[in-house]
């Protein structure tokens, strides 16, 4: 590695090839199971744009330094939270051949490049937020909800008219002040020098949006849809090209590098986390894109319950993903000479985990049944022969909350929504997800945790038993079948015509071959 510290996974795994070059993958990833993660709450993430920190569901956790396998069997936060930074680390050491040049020379060509890319996405990240919030109004409820928002000045008041109605006269513009400042608009020679020192050739769109303290593509597109008649998003962002690149000129130019130093490792972040949602995307994640942000690892909102069960099947079908297949069969006119079956073509699977993976994850996930947070689950259901079922899963609550603060300090905390969930297996067929969820602000009022879901499949288990028992008896029937079919098959197999019988004295080898 040219630079260890930038890629501690690569590190690690590098070593230990070093210290064990026949140390086996299943070996290896046993080991890495066995990793230690800090739980300490106390550090400041940069991730998703911003500075954020994380916290353990019990705090008695803080102070421990869990393996990989203790953390999964615990649910304990913190350790994912920067196993999966050493993830995206390792991702984008693999992007950029040259990734410390990229973060801290200045003069290096490919900053420019990111730089670009950073501007064209947050500028249509901004611009479709602004639009969403404006589009489906009229020309006066636009101007309405935007001015709602402000404290109203008169400076700023004239800034945003002077911009939206270039055309418009003396007297309309001191009318729209005079309105919104009943208490406190200006004189009439205030009125008409600001009229003139705001025109809107004297300053550009970055300008004008911070003399007005608005976003300057939220004031650009309350003018924009104030002239076009029903325009689509995609049409705005086509338009907006030239005021996109204008409002973010000042980082090219500012002397402080440091500003683009965090817009590209930004970019470097969002651009490994596309290639991480490629990855799960073939392990079934339901969502076209993925958050970038660290706060990706904790949580069940950023996925569905169909697709974490699909997980659980992956897992159990050692890393081929089965098609989900709802109707086997349908039958019209039973017992009639125009009965007609129709049955599904069978669909082959598809290898998207490694086979040593799975085995792991379906051991550590057994350990949480075993050992960890769904443990009240031993024991609670069996085979035909009375044997028990062996049982994995992994547990899961979600406090999802949006903190409003200043100066470091919480504020006020709204409460968005509270989930908990169970994603299990039962013996080598069945797999499934349990999911508690109170969306808005009624989940201030709950406090289940994921023992709630893992409450609800033990309490079931005389309800489901009696299914598992049947299923099991007809897929051993359908496999003794199979195997019949199979042998019966064998022996109608007619054997190959014989060749002509090869002259007397001569060798088997100068017999002809049978075709």
Avoid: C
């Avoid at 001191?174 to 050739?201: C, I, N, S, T, V």
């Avoid at 499949?457 to 007809?474: G, N």
Wanted: hydrophobic share 40%.
């Amino acid at each position: 590695l040219r630079d260890p510290d930038l890629d501690r996974l690569g590190r690690w795994v590098l070593e230990r090839h070093r210290d064990d070059p026949d140390i086996s993958l299943q070996e290896l990833l046993a080991e890495a199971m066995e990793r230690r993660h800090s739980a300490h709450p106390g550090e400041v993430f940069i991730t998703g744009g911003g500075a954020h920190t994380f916290g353990n569901f019990k705090r008695e956790d803080n102070n421990r330094l869990p393996t990989v396998r203790e953390s999964l069997r615990e649910s304990i936060n913190l350790p994912f939270v920067r196993m999966l930074r050493e993830v995206i680390s390792h991702i984008t050491y693999q992007q950029w051949s040259d990734l410390q040049a990229v973060r801290k020379d200045d003069d290096d060509p490919r900053r420019r490049q990111m730089l670009d890319r950073f501007i064209e996405r947050e500028s249509i990240l901004f611009l479709s937020r602004f639009w969403s919030k404006y589009a489906d109004k009229s020309d006066e409820e636009r101007l309405e909800t935007f001015l709602s928002g402000l404290k109203p000045t008169p400076g700023r008041l004239a800034v945003i008219h002077r911009y939206l109605f270039p055309d418009a006269d003396f007297d309309t513009f001191a009318a729209f002040l005079q309105a919104r400042l009943p208490q406190g608009a200006p004189g009439r020679k205030a009125m008409e020098k600001m009229y003139g020192q705001y025109g809107p050739d004297r300053y550009n769109l970055h300008d004008q949006g911070y003399l007005a303290r608005v976003h300057p593509l939220e004031l650009w597109l309350l003018g924009y849809l104030g002239r076009e008649h029903a325009p689509g998003l995609g049409a705005a962002i086509r338009a907006s090209t030239t005021e996109r690149r204008e409002v973010y000129n000042w980082l090219m130019r500012t002397k402080a590098k440091n500003a683009r130093d965090n817009r590209i490792r930004t970019m470097l972040e969002v651009e490994a986390f596309s290639e991480l949602h490629r990855r799960w995307r073939q392990l079934g994640y339901p969502f076209e894109h993925l958050v970038p942000s660290l706060a990706t690892a904790l949580g069940s909102s950023g996925d569905r319950p169909v697709a974490l069960a699909e997980l659980v099947g992956i897992i159990l079908n050692n890393g081929e993903r089965q098609p989900a297949v709802r109707v086997t069969e349908l039958a019209f006119g039973r017992d009639t000479p125009f009965e007609t079956r129709l049955s599904r073509s069978p669909v082959r699977a598809e290898a998207v985990m490694h086979p040593a993976v799975a085995d792991t994850m379906r051991q550590a996930l057994a350990d949480v049944v075993n050992n960890g947070t769904a443990r009240r689950l031993q024991g609670q259901y069996v085979d035909a022969a009375g044997r028990v079922l062996e049982m994995g899963g992994k547990t899961g609550t979600g406090d999802n909350r949006l903190v409003l603060g200043s100066g470091g300090q919480k504020v006020k905390s709204r409460a968005l929504s509270r989930t908990a969930t169970l994603v299990f297996f039962l013996g080598d067929r069945h797999f499934g997800t349990l999911t508690a969820f109170v969306p808005g602000d009624a989940a201030r009022n709950y406090r289940f945790t994921s023992a709630l879901p893992t409450q609800v499949l033990k309490s079931m288990a005389p309800v489901l038993q009696p299914y598992l028992l049947e299923a099991e008896t007809r897929w051993q029937q359908e496999t003794a079948m199979a195997t019949r079919v199979e042998a019966t098959d064998a022996t109608l197999t007619p054997a190959p015509p014989a060749g002509p019988a090869a002259p007397a004295g001569a060798s088997p080898a100068d017999a002809p071959a049978a075709q």
